[in-house]
């Protein structure tokens, strides 16, 4: 892991001055952490010849819905992603991610609530709740797993203040589109922008958060910065990155992997050990910096929580 302190970064690397405090405030806002709290130094990480800032987030609890699993590395977990914005190569978000930017950002949440539509700023949008640490496991339908430390919010907790209607039956969600800065938006291996979606149990359900961090500090670029879903459940591509909307809706909305390949990845898309993907097997999975492949479990090993969500469903059917 490369880790640099501040003051061995010649100037030309610094995070312009303007971003920095914007930062700032945002992570005051998330932690609910008082003016000046952030005080320790910036924390520069250097990545595939690229630099991104992050901060570090004071004042986390840690939740008791985390997971005993031992997380992966911070390398692990910052250096093998999904994000086909940057292309389709694993190392190729943290490679292209830093081309994004990040700051300001906000939301556009809109649809069958009522609260008037608004975009609103990522530190408003945080203000109100207590940032804590969730460690979760996270499957990947490519049949690999990660265990990675969240900071984050309760979805839920964030829907409740916008008063989403009896209309609203789903939850869907849009990542930015913005190809001169996201390569991968150039080709057409996906349709953009990513679009993901929970039904409204689902969306409400405390395993899914919202995340803006993990390791203690604010996300990079290739996992999603600034804000990303994690619904620990599902398999990873449900845990859509770098959110700019938010809409609830009456109509299931139809997922990117869906529209793509609809005989390969459904709208649910539980992790089941029982419902091979078409070309391969779900019945286990190799955790990333491990040799040796481990069973899979339903739910991803949530279904104590969870699994009632889909009683009376036929689970192969709706997968
Ligand atoms: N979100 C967007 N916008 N674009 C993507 O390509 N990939 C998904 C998901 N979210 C993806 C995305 C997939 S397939 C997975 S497995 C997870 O992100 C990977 O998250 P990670 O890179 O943080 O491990």
């Not at 031992?70 to 490679?95: C, L, M, Q, V, W």
């Not at 009896?166 to 349709?191: D, H, I, N």
């Amino acid at each position: 892991m490369l880790i640099k302190q501040a003051p061995d970064i010649r100037s030309s690397e610094i995070t312009p001055e303007r971003v920095y405090r914007n930062r700032r405030q945002f992570i005051q806002a998330a932690s609910g952490a008082v003016a000046g709290a952030v005080a320790g130094g910036t924390v520069l990480g250097r990545y595939g010849g690229t630099l991104q800032a992050q901060e570090p987030i004071p004042g986390l609890r840690k939740s008791p819905l985390s997971t005993d699993d031992e997380p992966n590395s911070y390398e692990d977990i910052t250096s093998y992603n999904n994000f086909y914005e940057f292309g389709t190569g694993k190392e190729d978000p943290a490679r292209y991610a830093h081309e994004m930017s990040i700051d300001p950002w906000s939301v556009r949440v809109e649809g069958e609530m009522n609260k008037p539509a608004a975009d609103v700023a990522i530190e408003d949008l945080l203000r109100p709740h207590a940032l804590e640490e969730r460690i979760y496991r996270l499957r990947c339908v490519e049949a690999w797993s990660m265990v990675v430390p969240w900071v984050g919010i309760p979805l839920g907790d964030v829907i409740k203040r916008f008063e989403p209607t009896s209309k609203a039956k789903y939850v869907k969600f849009e990542t930015l589109y913005r190809p001169e800065e996201m390569r991968g938006q150039r080709a057409r291996s996906l349709q953009w922008p990513y679009v993901e979606g929970l039904r409204m149990d689902e969306a409400m359900h405390p395993l899914a958060i919202l995340a803006v961090g993990m390791y203690g500090k604010t996300l990079l670029n290739q996992q999603g910065a600034p804000l990303r879903l994690v619904v620990p459940w599902k398999y990873g591509f449900k845990s859509i990155k770098s959110i700019v909307k938010m809409e609830f809706v009456e109509e299931q909305p139809r997922n990117s992997w869906n529209v793509s390949i609809p005989s390969e990845y459904g709208f649910y898309s539980n992790v089941n050990p029982d419902v091979s993907h078409p070309r391969w097997s779900q019945a286990s999975e190799r955790r990333i910096g491990s040799f040796f492949r481990i069973r899979t479990e339903p739910f991803n090993g949530y279904a104590d929580q969870v699994a009632s969500l889909y009683d009376g469903m036929d689970l192969a059917e709706n997968y």
